[in-house]
């Protein structure tokens, strides 16, 4: 990976991938900048700026082949190799996550689940057994387990994820809406949904009508 990538160019290159995904499956063979961008929201110049961190894959003219920058894309994000993931915290996002049906199309394999709840322990969940929690350095040698994602309570967030720091697991997926501390080598991505609900909502508190306690509407903020 070319060192000085802005992380909102990898944001950008998932984007790409899932248009180039799309356009394979409608048949489509060549594409332009000017489609990416289209599609991607963003401008012709921008595409062109962040494929180019990583090599030229266009021919002047014609375009980019979708089925080779897709590859390329693929190779670039780490997506040419199964990556192995365990889910640590099995309640109801643990298991809605478990039984998302579109991770596997994408070389992410559940191998393992985690939690504290001796009622949960044994359970098949998701096509896999849970473990205890203290067990995850064993299982994470065993398997092999790569990324592990976070989603259990917040005030368990940080001991829970010194145990998968402990365990040599060096990505992080955290659904937890609370800051993690983790070793330089160790990466998160976080993911908030309520963080995201409130950017929303500042975004278009402009735009909603403001109702009276009679259902009126009286005006905007």
Do not use: C
Request: charged letters at 20%; hydrophobic letters at 45%.
């Amino acid at each position: 990976m070319p060192k000085g990538v802005p992380s909102a160019t990898v944001s950008r290159l998932v984007t790409y991938l899932r248009v180039l995904t799309d356009l394979e499956r409608a048949g489509v063979s060549r594409t332009s900048s000017d489609i990416l961008a289209t599609e991607a929201q963003v401008t012709a110049f921008q595409v062109r700026k962040d494929l180019a961190y990583f090599g030229s894959f266009g021919t002047r003219g014609s375009g980019y082949s979708v089925h080779g920058l897709r590859q390329e894309l693929r190779r670039i994000l780490g997506l040419t190799r199964p990556w192995r993931v365990a889910i640590v915290g099995m309640g109801r996002l643990g298991q809605a996550l478990a039984d998302f049906p579109q991770l596997g199309e994408f070389d992410f394999e559940l191998v393992a689940a985690f939690d504290v709840d001796e009622q949960k322990v044994g359970k098949v969940l998701g096509g896999v057994e849970v473990r205890h929690t203290d067990e995850l350095a064993r299982a994470a040698a065993d398997l092999d387990i790569d990324i592990a994602f976070l989603t259990v309570p917040t005030p368990a967030a940080q001991a829970a994820t010194d145990k998968v720091v402990a365990a040599g697991i060096v990505g992080i997926l955290n659904f937890v809406p609370t800051v993690v501390s983790t070793p330089p080598e160790v990466w998160v991505e976080t993911v908030d949904f309520l963080a995201a609900l409130k950017r929303l909502a500042y975004y278009i508190k402009g735009r909603a009508p403001v109702i009276d306690e009679s259902g009126v509407k009286v005006g905007s903020t």
